[in-house]
């Protein structure tokens, strides 16, 4: 049994995310998790509201709160949004948590006792309209790189170049909307980043394993133009973990706060130790995942990102890590996505364009977006969603496949057998030719899993359902049942078997229907099916099952159509 970490991108507190955010981290970082947890290692899940810097205190003063009090609100409306997608989180922390203020704190001490922390002089954007330095969140222009007009101060989010605010083209305040401003005189804290190229450059060399676009990313980051920066990591904002070098003051940065980026991923810790801390252990049963002095150097650790957030997790904050001189894990494994689009376009959470979580959760249950979201999830490449193929998939995959299983096998047993697994017959050449099939399927379908390829996993268990389909369609028990019950007896017990299979098998990606296939087949076994002749039989002959209600509801023109067009926007 293996111990696996798992965390996957911490999304801003600021407002409720929509399916192309969910699809890039949380999602597959879950399905991962169960599948690990279904294989019966020692998993432990992570993730955080990230709930620092400009997002939140924008978000907060557009809503009239305090900022303590609207991100409180919005950690319980992303926590609840997160179980109604039965995201199997561990631990859903907060970066404003003390664990995190104390930790961040930690590192920023061990990182200037090594020398790595500069104390730099700096021009910064002053805003005269609203009396106040602006940090790069603050600051919004346009892209010197791509022309995108709504660049933020600190990166493009439209070609993910890192900038600095001074580089933005007609820069604007993300508050007043002002271009009355003016480049003034401050002291901020650098992380010597460039002290560490060659350690962060033979640690990225290292990872022959990760995906093409984890590793492209980075090295672009580590490698082009001038190379790796020193980057900032304070700001001059109200609201944040204040700077210090552990528990002492730092003289000169007084009322400033951490940098977001530099705070945040230091949460990914912290929340293990809130989750420890929550169920009353000592600081052994969170370091054993985090230091490996303590145990982790046995940990497989696994983060899940959008492409926008690999150079921060590539770089900036491994160098907080091999910067601190301390035995932290460092991540074994980045699997990184692309983007969703939406329908045409780009999600926006500005203009209320596509679908966000909670609107998702409305109109269908968790198990009808979690699977076209991760059988379609953009990893080699964006990919994008529209209402025609979100029909086509849930009404093919787990309707008329999955569904239509589930539904027939069930009815007919119940017509012609009663509600039990029946007894009779033996198995033939056509079982066995299904069970070879399906045991190549499994082997096929696990593979996909633990290299950690979505949409090549979907498809394999996709073609497991369809094994079954074939073969109930093949043997047909119906037809059979007329000249020798005994025989249809044996098929439908295979069938009847099948489902829990199905279910144990799909519960990674379709958990809610998973849970209601092994409760119609009157069952807690959840065993894998490594052995599929035994698999087959774990239902023996009188046990009891029940027709389960329709699985899943096909999506009419109608419905489809009122989606699309209420989707378009102005949220």
Same mark, same amino acid.
């Given at each position: 049994?293996?111990?696996?970490?798992?965390?996957?991108?911490?999304?801003?507190?600021?407002?409720?995310?929509?399916?192309?955010?969910?699809?890039?981290? #949380?999602?597959?970082?879950?399905?991962?998790?169960?599948?690990?947890?279904?294989?019966?290692?020692? &998993?432990?899940?992570?993730?955080?509201?990230?709930?620092?810097? $400009?997002?939140?205190?924008?978000?907060?003063?557009?809503?009239?709160?305090?900022?303590?009090?609207? =991100?409180?609100?919005?950690? /319980?409306?992303?926590?609840?949004?997160?179980?109604?997608?039965?995201?199997?989180?561990?631990?859903?922390?907060?970066?404003?948590?003390?664990?995190?203020?104390?930790?961040?704190?930690?590192?920023?001490?061990?990182?200037?006792?090594?020398?790595?922390?500069?104390?730099?002089?700096?021009?910064?954007?002053?805003?005269?309209?609203?009396?106040?330095?602006?940090?790069?969140?603050?600051?919004?222009?346009? =892209?010197?790189?791509?022309?995108?007009?709504?660049?933020?101060?600190?990166?493009?989010?439209?070609?993910?170049? #890192?900038?600095?605010?001074?580089?933005?083209? /007609?820069?604007? %305040?993300?508050?007043?909307?002002?271009?009355?401003?003016?480049?003034?005189? $401050?002291?901020?804290?650098?992380?010597?980043?460039?002290?560490?190229?060659?350690?962060?450059?033979?640690?990225?060399?290292?990872?022959?394993?990760?995906?093409?676009?984890?590793? %492209?990313?980075?090295?672009?980051?580590?490698?082009?133009?001038?190379?790796?920066?020193?980057?900032?990591?304070?700001?001059?904002?109200?609201?944040?973990?204040?700077?210090?070098?552990?528990?002492?003051?730092?003289?000169?940065?007084?009322?400033?706060?951490?940098?977001?980026?530099?705070?945040?991923?230091?949460?990914?810790?912290?929340?293990?130790?809130?989750?420890?801390? *929550?169920?009353?252990?000592?600081?052994?049963?969170?370091?054993?995942?985090?230091?490996?002095?303590?145990?982790?150097?046995?940990?497989?650790? &696994?983060?899940?990102?959008?492409?926008?957030?690999?150079?921060?997790?590539?770089?900036?904050?491994? *160098? $907080?890590?091999?910067?601190?001189?301390?035995?932290?894990?460092?991540?074994?494994?980045?699997?990184?996505?692309?983007?969703?689009?939406?329908?045409?376009? #780009?999600?926006?959470?500005?203009?209320?364009?596509?679908?966000?979580?909670?609107?998702?959760?409305?109109?269908?249950?968790?198990?009808?977006?979690?699977?076209?979201?991760?059988?379609?999830?953009?990893?080699?490449?964006?990919?994008?969603?529209?209402?025609?193929?979100? #029909?086509?998939?849930?009404?093919?995959?787990?309707?008329?496949?999955?569904?239509?299983?589930?539904?027939?096998?069930?009815?007919?047993?119940?017509?012609?057998?009663?509600?039990?697994?029946?007894?009779?017959?033996?198995?033939?050449?056509?079982?066995?030719?299904?069970?070879?099939?399906?045991?190549?399927?499994?082997?096929?379908?696990?593979?996909?899993?633990?290299?950690?390829?979505?949409?090549?996993?979907?498809?394999?268990?996709?073609?497991?359902?369809?094994?079954?389909?074939?073969?109930?369609?093949? *043997?047909?028990?119906?037809?059979?049942?007329?000249?020798?019950?005994?025989r249809a007896a044996a098929q439908v017990r295979l069938a009847l078997n099948l489902i829990r299979v199905y279910a144990v098998l799909s519960a990674p990606f379709i958990p809610d229907a998973a849970g209601s296939m092994l409760s119609a087949m009157n069952?807690?076994?959840?065993?894998?099916?490594?052995?599929?002749?035994?698999?087959?039989?774990?239902?023996?002959?009188?046990?009891?099952?029940?027709?389960?209600?329709?699985?899943?509801?096909?999506? *009419?023109?109608?419905?489809?159509?009122?989606?699309?067009?209420?989707?378009?926007?102005?949220?």
């Amino acid at each position: 049994m293996a111990r696996i970490l798992i965390t996957s991108a911490i999304p801003y507190i600021n407002g409720i995310k929509h399916l192309g955010n969910l699809v890039g981290s #949380q999602l597959p970082a879950d399905l991962y998790a169960r599948y690990m947890r279904a294989r019966d290692h020692e &998993v432990l899940f992570l993730c955080a509201t990230d709930e620092h810097g $400009t997002p939140a205190e924008l978000a907060a003063a557009k809503a009239g709160m305090p900022v303590a009090d609207y =991100c409180a609100e919005m950690h /319980e409306v992303q926590t609840r949004l997160s179980d109604g997608f039965r995201l199997s989180f561990d631990k859903f922390g907060r970066s404003s948590s003390p664990q995190n203020h104390l930790l961040t704190q930690h590192f920023a001490g061990k990182l200037a006792e090594n020398g790595l922390i500069s104390e730099v002089s700096e021009k910064q954007m002053y805003s005269n309209a609203d009396g106040r330095f602006l940090p790069d969140r603050y600051i919004e222009g346009t =892209c010197p790189n791509c022309g995108y007009d709504r660049a933020r101060g600190d990166q493009c989010e439209n070609c993910t170049k #890192q900038l600095d605010p001074t580089d933005l083209i /007609e820069p604007r %305040s993300a508050i007043s909307g002002s271009t009355d401003l003016e480049v003034r005189e $401050t002291k901020h804290l650098y992380l010597k980043q460039r002290s560490l190229r060659g350690q962060l450059s033979e640690w990225i060399d290292s990872k022959t394993d990760w995906p093409v676009l984890t590793t %492209s990313i980075a090295r672009k980051w580590l490698n082009d133009g001038d190379g790796l920066q020193d980057r900032g990591i304070t700001r001059d904002l109200d609201w944040g973990i204040p700077v210090k070098k552990g528990a002492e003051d730092w003289p000169g940065m007084e009322g400033k706060v951490f940098y977001v980026w530099f705070d945040a991923p230091i949460e990914y810790i912290a929340c293990a130790k809130e989750w420890s801390d *929550a169920r009353g252990a000592p600081d052994a049963e969170w370091e054993r995942w985090w230091r490996t002095d303590k145990g982790a150097d046995d940990v497989r650790y &696994v983060q899940f990102m959008g492409k926008d957030n690999v150079p921060f997790h590539t770089l900036s904050f491994p *160098a $907080t890590i091999i910067g601190s001189g301390e035995p932290w894990k460092l991540v074994d494994y980045i699997k990184s996505f692309n983007y969703l689009n939406y329908d045409g376009g #780009q999600f926006s959470t500005s203009q209320g364009r596509g679908v966000f979580m909670d609107q998702a959760l409305s109109i269908l249950p968790a198990d009808y977006w979690r699977w076209w979201l991760l059988s379609h999830a953009p990893e080699n490449s964006d990919a994008e969603f529209t209402w025609e193929n979100f #029909q086509a998939s849930v009404n093919k995959d787990l309707a008329d496949v999955l569904g239509n299983f589930v539904s027939r096998v069930t009815k007919f047993c119940r017509s012609k057998f009663g509600e039990e697994v029946p007894s009779g017959g033996d198995w033939g050449a056509e079982e066995d030719a299904l069970i070879a099939r399906l045991s190549e399927g499994v082997a096929r379908y696990e593979a996909a899993m633990e290299a950690i390829e979505v949409r090549k996993a979907a498809g394999e268990l996709r073609a497991i359902w369809v094994a079954g389909n074939e073969y109930l369609q093949s *043997a047909a028990p119906w037809s059979v049942f007329k000249d020798d019950p005994d025989r249809a007896a044996a098929q439908v017990r295979l069938a009847l078997n099948l489902i829990r299979v199905y279910a144990v098998l799909s519960a990674p990606f379709i958990p809610d229907a998973a849970g209601s296939m092994l409760s119609a087949m009157n069952t807690l076994d959840t065993d894998w099916p490594s052995d599929m002749r035994a698999a087959l039989t774990a239902l023996p002959p009188g046990h009891a099952f029940t027709v389960p209600e329709v699985l899943f509801k096909k999506i *009419a023109d109608e419905e489809r159509e009122d989606w699309q067009t209420g989707f378009a926007g102005q949220r």
